[in-house]
């Protein structure tokens, strides 16, 4: 997870790790935990990577699906939250699968699935409007030599600037997950049971709704802006 963190951010990758994981130095503090406002920035980091990763696949079916996902709205709405949702939560369930043998690790990296929805909207609220229009406004003016697909290096720039969006705008709600104990991110004491403060259906449904909205709206703005 942190490989690919670093690959989309950069530097900013190495600085989330750095803070969201640090330990405190003193002997008495061994036992404290990193803070929620600490930890949910690796946590933001590692949604908005695995959703990135997806936002490529998006991105690849428009590109080379184009007759297909170009003619029907329906398809191309669908699909630009389906992949990201799914290599997010894919990414994230795999790097569980492989550290199963570290006892205590379930327990201490957890999403549910109402977690993974919102933060999914959330992170592409970021970076689908960056894409659109770094690509509306400057990068399909200049495509020469290369064409524009995804072996455009300018377009990877693009995506990594929409990763760091994407993380900024899923943070805040990455940190009140934490506090209220729905989601678990590098929890130290993993024996120690963990008070979890669930929220009400309706605002859960609220949450999804707004969230979902807020992606679409950010999606459309950003094409207007794009192509203004």
Not at 24 to 51: D, F, I, M, Y
Not at 92 to 110: C, D, L, P, Q, T
Request: proline share 4%.
């Amino acid at each position: 997870m942190w490989l690919l963190s670093t690959l989309f951010l950069g530097p900013l990758g190495l600085v989330a790790y750095w803070v969201s994981v640090r330990r405190p130095h003193h002997a008495e503090e061994s036992t404290e935990r990193v803070s929620a406002v600490q930890r949910a920035l690796g946590s933001a980091t590692w949604a908005a990577s695995g959703n990135v990763l997806g936002g490529i696949g998006v991105l690849a079916l428009l590109l080379y699906l184009q007759d297909i996902f170009g003619a029907y709205l329906v398809l191309q709405i669908a699909a630009t939250f389906l992949v990201p949702f799914c290599a997010g939560w894919l990414i994230f369930a795999v790097s569980r699968w492989i550290s199963r043998s570290k006892m205590g690790y379930e327990r201490a990296y957890w999403r549910p699935a109402f977690v993974e929805v919102v933060s999914t909207c959330l992170v592409l609220v970021g970076v689908y409007p960056t894409v659109n229009i770094l690509i509306g406004r400057w990068l399909s003016r200049w495509t020469v030599p290369f064409g524009f697909d995804l072996t455009y290096p300018p377009l990877w720039g693009a995506l990594c600037l929409s990763a760091i969006a994407g993380t900024l705008v899923a943070y805040p709600f990455h940190v009140w997950m934490l506090r209220r104990g729905m989601i678990r991110w590098d929890t130290e004491a993993i024996s120690e049971e963990i008070a979890v403060r669930e929220l009400a259906l309706y605002v859960k449904v609220a949450l999804v709704v707004l969230s979902f909205a807020a992606m679409l709206g950010a999606i459309f703005l950003s094409m207007q802006i794009a192509q203004g």
